[in-house]
């Protein structure tokens, strides 16, 4: 299949046409669109001129039949027969030969104009043996004959009947002058009738082409502009918009035939998928504009990595070995098939690499990206497209996991990873609607009493194969899955249910902490959704603390501020987890309304021994209190840590020092124990 832009498109061979002056009723000034005019009408007149040469062949053999009945002694009368009737017979068969089609014009021209030569010779010598050639009407009736004829057969393209009928009415005045037995007032008087008869025909064929042609100009801008709508609508369906490149279906097509040669021919072919790492971030940023200019420019590296020059479309599946496709946004697909082993591939897949890490400039600023690339070889990996494409699919997918930029071979331990993901997101959807998920709750003490002062809710699913699956296993894939939403929900619900259980069983009353989800922020249905869940568990929004992390934040400062402040507004409690692992920015943690900081187990692992963590740890503590903060340590696993937060004015913490997470009916029991 060829690109569509590399084809010239039938509007513009047309393009003159419609501008032409009088030669319109001659000749197109563009050869294409002439011979696309004379294709268009010639199925009919082509019809048409075989019913009129069998009609000519008739009226021969009349004027034949009728000359010998009247004279039946003029010998010359049978030069009808044997001379014009067998050149309306050639002409008649030459239209049943398969090409006939191709000249048909010029060469009826020739057979009209050389029966007519013959009838002039034959009434000329009919008129010498004493009957009625030239002299009677009968004689003048054949060239008026003649002339319809040149106009009417030959009305495509005007100019050959013309040229044809002005030859004919020559040859017929220098016989009628010439013609002995004629005086001059009778040669007047034919010479007369035959050339008004003459300018009446080639006017009728010279305004029927005028409207034809007229006809078809209209008729081929429709038809133009209905290819042009089929091209795009073509291209569409093969081929990426941004790129130029094929997309999935049409790389499809090309690659299944080259396998399948690869397949007969006993040789190896690759498949190379490409995925750009975090380009959905410039598209978020910068807008779409800007990262499709980015995708355009690295798509040109990958041409030219894959092709000695550019390779602006893809031929026939036949002709090129290589060929590179858009999959979707930040996805390529490349199909070798002169690459059969891992080294080759590696070599290919380096180059790769380094060219999208070459800095791509995005709104004039210079921005570096990286790829991973996961490489499936026919016949071992797979044996037939898709498991190629599914194997090449894994192996990048493994390859941005382990942090990107780098390529990965497939094997058999990534389809069983992959297998196992699908499997695992398959009943993870099941547990959350049958209740295979259970929340485990984690204290939050104060260490200068022992005080419960308030607990995190951590969901556990409790898989009755797998037995209990800590959340790491299953909230990533949750994520990328779209499970994220109802297991959130699902987790919001049952913290409530828990906080209203433990008020009607009278013991104490503490916050509880939920960890939300990126996604939460931008889904409008969390305020109403918050406030349902109050009025339906009868709770204060006060006892609901609602955790996020800065990283998630960071994605839309200004919209996460406006919906963290209408929160805020209503009661509810706000927490910033994970504080200094991701962006730390001063200018945001001073607008954000939250009331809590979580510092980071990362920061407080080492927090002992002082150095660079201790003090990180010190300046969290003393820029939380001086924000007017409730600091809040996790991870606390030894006397050690807890003390040197303690010291430091971070008294609330959360850590297996302290207890680790718990079921609900355990934690119940640690609070009564706590109450009394």
């Not at 029966?115 to 008026?144: H, K, M, P």
């Not at 009305?155 to 005086?183: D, K």
């Not at 200068?448 to 909230?475: C, K, M, S, T, Y």
């Amino acid at each position: 299949m060829n690109d569509p832009d590399a084809q010239s498109s039938p509007a513009s061979d047309a393009g003159a046409a419609p501008a032409m002056p009088l030669r319109l009723l001659l000749r197109f000034t563009d050869t294409a669109y002439e011979q696309r005019f004379v294709k268009h009408y010639i199925a009919f007149y082509f019809r048409y001129v075989q019913a009129s040469l069998v009609l000519g062949v008739v009226l021969i053999l009349g004027d034949y039949l009728v000359d010998h009945i009247a004279y039946g002694s003029v010998e010359s009368n049978l030069l009808r027969l044997t001379l014009a009737f067998p050149v309306l017979l050639a002409g008649l068969g030459y239209t049943l030969l398969p090409d006939a089609r191709r000249h048909w014009q010029p060469v009826m021209s020739g057979f009209i104009i050389t029966a007519a030569f013959f009838l002039f010779y034959t009434l000329t010598r009919i008129d010498a043996e004493g009957g009625e050639g030239l002299r009677s009407w009968v004689g003048v009736l054949n060239f008026t004959f003649l002339q319809f004829y040149c106009f009417v057969i030959l009305g495509v393209q005007f100019r050959y009947a013309l040229a044809s009928g002005l030859i004919i009415l020559l040859a017929f005045e220098y016989t009628l002058w010439q013609h002995a037995g004629l005086t001059t007032r009778e040669a007047a008087y034919w010479s007369y009738h035959v050339l008004t008869l003459f300018i009446l025909a080639a006017g009728i064929g010279w305004w029927r082409e005028y409207l034809l042609r007229k006809e078809f100009v209209a008729r081929a801008a429709l038809d133009d502009s209905r290819a042009a709508a089929e091209q795009r609508a073509l291209r569409l369906a093969h081929y990426d918009e941004v790129t130029g490149l094929p997309n999935r279906r049409l790389f499809a097509e090309l690659a299944m035939p080259v396998i399948e040669r690869a397949r007969r021919g006993g040789t190896g072919c690759t498949v190379l998928h490409l995925e750009i790492d975090r380009l959905s971030g410039i598209h978020h940023v910068y807008g779409r504009g800007e990262g499709d200019a980015a995708l355009a420019d690295i798509t040109q590296r990958i041409r030219l990595c894959i092709r000695s020059g550019d390779l602006p479309a893809v031929g026939q599946a036949g002709e090129n070995t290589r060929v590179v496709a858009r999959l979707g946004d930040n996805a390529f697909s490349i199909m070798l098939t002169d690459l059969d082993s891992q080294e080759r591939a590696s070599l290919v897949a380096q180059r790769l690499l380094v060219a999208v890490a070459q800095p791509v400039l995005v709104d004039a600023q210079p921005l570096v990206l990286s790829a991973s690339i996961g490489i499936a070889l026919f016949p071992g990996d797979a044996r037939d497209f898709t498991g190629l494409m599914r194997c090449a699919e894994q192996a990048a997918r493994a390859a941005a996991e382990a942090g990107g930029a780098q390529h990965m071979f497939f094997d058999e331990a990534l389809n069983a990873r992959a297998r196992d993901r699908v499997l695992l997101e398959t009943e993870l959807r099941q547990a959350i609607r049958v209740g295979q998920l259970c929340l485990y709750y984690q204290p939050k003490v104060d260490v200068r009493d022992g005080r419960i002062v308030g607990a995190e809710a951590l969901v556990r699913w409790q898989h009755p194969r797998r037995g209990l699956i800590p959340p790491g296993n299953f909230i990533p894939m949750a994520e990328e899955s779209g499970l994220i939403v109802p297991l959130t929900d699902w987790v919001l619900h049952a913290a409530c249910g828990s906080l209203r259980r433990w008020a009607d069983a009278g013991l104490p009353s503490l916050p509880l902490s939920v960890n939300l989800p990126a996604s939460s922020l931008s889904d409008a249905r969390l305020l109403d959704q918050l406030d349902a869940l109050m009025q339906r568990y009868e709770l204060r929004p006060s006892c609901l603390m609602l955790e996020l992390t800065e990283t998630m934040l960071m994605r839309d400062v200004t919209s996460a501020i406006s919906v963290l402040e209408r929160l805020r507004a209503q009661g509810y409690g706000l927490a910033l987890d994970d504080f200094g692992t991701g962006y730390s920015s001063l200018n945001y943690l001073k607008r954000l309304p939250v009331s809590e900081l979580k510092i980071d187990r990362a920061f407080v692992i080492d927090v002992a021994r002082g150095g660079r963590d201790g003090a990180l740890a010190a300046a969290v503590i003393t820029l939380g209190k001086e924000l007017g903060l409730q600091v809040v340590a996790e991870g606390v696993e030894t006397q050690e840590q807890s003390e040197f937060l303690s010291v430091r004015g971070c008294v609330l913490q959360q850590g297996y020092l302290h207890s680790r997470p718990v079921a609900l009916g355990e934690f119940e029991a640690m609070l009564r124990a706590k109450a009394a």
